[in-house]
């Protein structure tokens, strides 16, 4: 065990304010919540950080759209991250907003020292630009003429720009890498990165002009330009501890761990690691890059209307049953699916049915046998083999909190689980207490069996913070598992014979089968009205221009309606019969909450004749109707005079 006070620097990426928080946000953030919450139990002091990217040009696009100051947009937005952390229990020791004077102070400090050491150069440059990405590209990245990264178009641009001498680097930075075995992990990824570091490393293209991007923070050396947004957001790494004097004193760098997805690391790796070499601080000592999430098997979109948002998950489930299962379903580093039939199963199997038993066993039986009293055990030296197992099972953790192996922690504590329900089953409390020489073994299985929870408590607090202080207070021990800390797990025997147990509720209430059925019968249809949602979003947005004939492949077909019904479960969709001339199409339309069914009987509408039929709330819809949609008011579109039903429109 090491010395109390010793500094602990942790970070999750800084996620863009735009985004709707996931799962796969919400993933990096548990997880770097679980080692700040061991390191502290530990006793490092430690400085857990995350935030929000708040510049670039997706954030003025959506002020824009909205009709307002892009600061104000960030203002508002910024907070559902720090809501969710909230509700998902995250001990963040700071929340950093890239918008924050403390942070734009040091970019501009930054940027002005590297540019008096001519580390940063104006030089006129010619490149393809992917907009949405933010990002510039060679005619050699690109694929198929499109972004290498998002495979949309990009624009051929040319400007004067500032360049960072990334380049000079290179060398420096393959043999840090070489060096630091734990530098990059896991180490495929690190082999990734060896292998990008094999083509030559150009340098950094860090502005952007103002007339083009005006939502940046201003070069301090050429107001004409804005810093790019990657430059500007590595930065709060160190921002949040003030100046770069002050976080040289303040111990807290290096950071031990940045944690990161799969799709970022590039990015610090190689960009912020040579930034901070520039600048004269040693990289971190760790970044550790995660898979991405997929759900069923598909990619979050909203267009599909599969992103799970972790604020109904918390609702549902409970906010531990979350922090749970996405630590212990997947290898941390590799990708993984999500699906809420697995998150049931798991609360059921591992949660439920082992833990939570386990705890409720054991305080019923204190209950019966022992009047809710721990009971002194007659003997220190019973039980070597239970107490070897906790030993090496304790070591076990120590050890692969080193390499973030949380899966792997996970399992290890649930042997410890199984470890202890297998020993009341060996011992057999129900029989020990019918005779005088039973009840003085009684005594001794009873305490083990708590000291036994007591340790498993203090191991899933990382994990699951809520009900490790449940478990603690259910025991009846009056110290919470932070004033415990991980040093108490060094000698058997921190539960006070005399404890006074404090029966509560279940844990880990079980979801039995028709509840679960229930639930996922009710996120399908959530699915499909999301879906329907997204197609009809997808209409607002600004589309590419297209020719003449292949607008003239959409058959839009003037209709009828002759049938409109509601769909049960549904509070948006309407189910229509619509006559088109040649035949009576079922069409499933988003308009129940701005139409009643009576209203459209007669009306002629516009249907796309030829769309590929599709499935929503699982009803067959042969076509779709063409509506205004603002603000959630949906008008159809319609004619001056009635015309005939199966006419084209063009
Ligand atoms: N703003 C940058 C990070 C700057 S850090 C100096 C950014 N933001 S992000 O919001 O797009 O992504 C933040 C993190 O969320 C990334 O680590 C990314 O890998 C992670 N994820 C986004 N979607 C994900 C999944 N579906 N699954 C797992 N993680 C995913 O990039």
Same mark, same amino acid.
């Given at each position: 065990m090491r010395t109390l006070g010793e500094k602990f620097f942790l970070t999750t990426p800084i996620y863009y304010v735009n985004d709707v928080p996931h799962i796969g946000h919400a993933y990096t953030t548990i997880a770097a919540d679980v080692v700040a919450r061991y390191k502290r139990l530990?006793?490092?002091?430690?400085?857990?950080?995350?935030?929000?990217?708040?510049?670039?040009?997706?954030v003025l696009q959506a002020a824009q759209e909205l009709g307002i100051q892009p600061q104000e947009h960030v203002d508002k937005l910024h907070s559902r991250f720090?809501?969710?952390?909230?509700?998902?229990? *995250?001990?963040?020791?700071?929340? *950093?907003?890239?918008?924050?004077?403390?942070?734009?102070?040091?970019?501009?400090? *930054?940027? &002005?020292?590297?540019?008096?050491?001519?580390?940063?150069?104006?030089?006129?440059?010619?490149?393809?630009?992917?907009?949405?990405?933010?990002?510039?590209?060679?005619? !050699?990245?690109?694929v198929n003429g499109n972004c290498p990264e998002c495979g949309r178009k990009v624009e051929k641009i040319q400007e004067?720009?500032?360049?960072?001498?990334?380049?000079?680097? &290179?060398?420096?930075?393959?043999?840090? *890498?070489?060096?630091?075995?734990?530098?990059?992990?896991?180490?495929?990824?690190?082999?990734?990165?060896?292998?990008?570091?094999? !083509? #030559?490393?150009?340098?950094?293209?860090?502005?952007? #002009?103002?007339?083009?991007? #005006?939502?940046?923070?201003?070069?301090?050396?050429?107001?004409n330009y804005v810093t790019y947004v990657w430059f500007d957001a590595l930065i709060n790494y160190i921002s949040v501890h003030g100046s770069l004097d002050d976080i040289k004193k303040t111990g807290f760098w290096p950071a031990n761990h940045h944690l990161l997805g799969k799709d970022i690391l590039t990015t610090h790796a190689v960009y912020w690691s040579t930034m901070l070499k520039a600048i004269g601080l040693n990289p971190a000592l760790n970044l550790f890059a995660h898979g991405w999430w997929t759900v069923n098997g598909q990619k979050m979109s909203k267009s599909i209307g599969n992103v799970v948002e972790p604020n109904k998950l918390v609702d549902q489930f409970g906010v531990d049953a979350i922090r749970y299962f996405l630590l212990r379903e997947v290898p941390f580093g590799m990708d993984g699916d999500f699906s809420h039939k697995a998150l049931i199963g798991r609360i059921n199997s591992d949660l439920a049915n082992n833990l939570g038993n386990l705890l409720n066993r054991t305080i019923n039986m204190m209950i019966r046998y022992h009047d809710k009293v721990v009971p002194e055990p007659t003997s220190l030296d019973e039980d070597a083999d239970l107490k070897n197992e906790f030993r090496k099972g304790i070591d076990n953790v120590h050890k692969l909190y080193d390499d973030l192996t949380y899966n792997k922690i996970l399992e290890s504590i649930w042997l410890l689980v199984d470890i202890t329900n297998k020993y009341i089953d060996k011992n057999g409390p129900w029989n020990l207490v019918k005779s005088e020489d039973g009840k003085q073994r009684l005594a001794t299985v009873m305490y083990n069996t708590t000291e036994c929870l007591r340790v498993i408590s203090i191991l899933i607090y990382p994990f699951m913070p809520q009900s490790a202080n449940t478990m603690v207070k259910q025991l009846g021990i009056e110290c919470s598992v932070e004033d415990q800390g991980l040093g108490s797990l060094n000698t058997w025997g921190g539960v006070k014979p005399g404890t006074i147990v404090q029966p509560g509720s279940q844990l880990f209430p079980r979801i039995e089968d028709k509840e679960a059925e229930k639930i996922l019968s009710t996120i399908e249809s959530s699915a499909e009205e999301n879906k329907e949602k997204s197609l009809i979003a997808k209409t607002e947005g600004i589309c590419d221009l297209v020719l003449i004939d292949e607008f003239m492949k959409i058959d839009l077909r003037t209709g009828k309606i002759i049938e409109a019904e509601k769909i049960k479960k549904s509070k948006k969709l309407l189910k229509l019969k619509v006559d088109i001339g040649t035949e009576v199409r079922q069409v499933v339309a988003g308009i129940a909450e701005c139409y009643e069914p009576d209203q459209l009987i007669d009306r002629t509408i516009i249907i796309v004749a030829n769309l590929k039929p599709a499935k929503l709330m699982g009803i067959e819809s042969q076509g779709m109707l063409l509506a205004a949609s603002e603000n959630g008011k949906i008008v159809l579109a319609g004619f001056d005079s009635e015309p005939d039903k199966g006419i084209r429109v063009r």
């Open positions: 530990e006793g490092y002091e430690v400085s857990f950080l995350t935030g929000t990217d708040e510049h670039g040009q997706k720090k809501e969710l952390w909230s509700r998902l229990n *995250i001990s963040n020791d700071d929340f *950093i907003r890239t918008t924050e004077e403390r942070h734009k102070s040091l970019v501009r400090d *930054i940027l &002005q020292q590297l540019y008096n050491r001519k580390e940063i150069y104006k030089d006129s440059y010619e490149g393809w630009y992917c907009m949405p990405d933010e990002r510039f590209w060679t005619e !050699k990245d690109l004067h720009n500032y360049f960072f001498k990334m380049g000079q680097y &290179q060398d420096w930075l393959k043999a840090h *890498i070489r060096s630091n075995d734990k530098f990059i992990q896991p180490a495929s990824r690190r082999n990734e990165v060896l292998g990008f570091l094999e !083509k #030559p490393l150009g340098d950094l293209c860090i502005s952007r #002009p103002k007339e083009r991007l #005006p939502w940046g923070i201003p070069l301090p050396f050429d107001q």
